[in-house]
């Protein structure tokens, strides 16, 4: 089965928009498997957070995938860092301004909403994607609803990976590409 990475800054969306995709994926929140079945080598005290074992959750997903029927999307800040290329990493953005009333609406302290803001800014997660993953879709989910991006995502999905062919899927797909390209999203002009 595909596997789908849906990754970026906390407070983009992720989480939402994963539950707001329904039963046709078999979903899996990363944070919570971490948590959950203890895939992590310690704590970072100065952070408050886990720190991952990227090789034990890549060979816990290797196996979700293998015996899914359903194709398979990760969901976290990390799904585009395993050792386990996805067959499309999708970067969900959001405007900083916006991302910081987020991330205080949620309760993070504020050092780590200074954090997330200036990795966003920086197009951390992005960067990183780009570096690591081969197809990469770039959202902006700061005036879209939920089920907006949620419906974008079932098309990028579609046509990535559904194993449909013919001149109309190849169409939507450059058009998808080309719409959502990495790098289409600069935050700058909003400074």
């Known amino acids: ?22 039963s046709e994926y078999n979903i899996i929140n990363l944070n919570a498997v971490i948590e959950r079945r203890g895939f992590y080598t310690g704590i970072d005290a100065d952070r408050g957070c886990l720190i991952a074992d990227l090789h034990r959750l890549a060979e816990y997903i290797r196996r979700e995938v293998e015996n899914s029927e359903k194709p398979v999307v990760i969901e976290s800040h990390l799904a585009h860092l395993l050792p386990l290329q996805p067959d499309v990493a999708i970067v969900l953005r959001a ?20 954090e997330n803001v200036e990795a966003e800014m920086l197009d951390v997660i992005l960067i990183e ?19 907006e991006t949620a419906s974008i995502i079932r098309e990028i999905i579609d046509v990535e990976v559904r194993g449909e062919r013919g001149a109309d899927v190849t169409s939507r797909k450059e058009s998808l590409r080309l719409r959502f390209r990495p790098g289409s999203i600069n935050w700058l002009k909003y400074s």
């Open 1 to 22: 089965m595909p596997l789908i990475a849906i990754t970026g800054t906390p407070g983009t969306g992720k989480t939402s928009v994963c539950r707001a995709l329904g």
């Open 95 to 114: 405007n900083p301004v916006v991302l910081a009333s987020r991330l205080r609406q949620k309760g993070f302290p504020m050092r780590k909403i200074e």
């Open 129 to 147: 994607a780009v570096e690591l993953c081969h197809v990469i879709y770039e959202l902006d989910t700061t005036n879209s609803t939920v089920s």
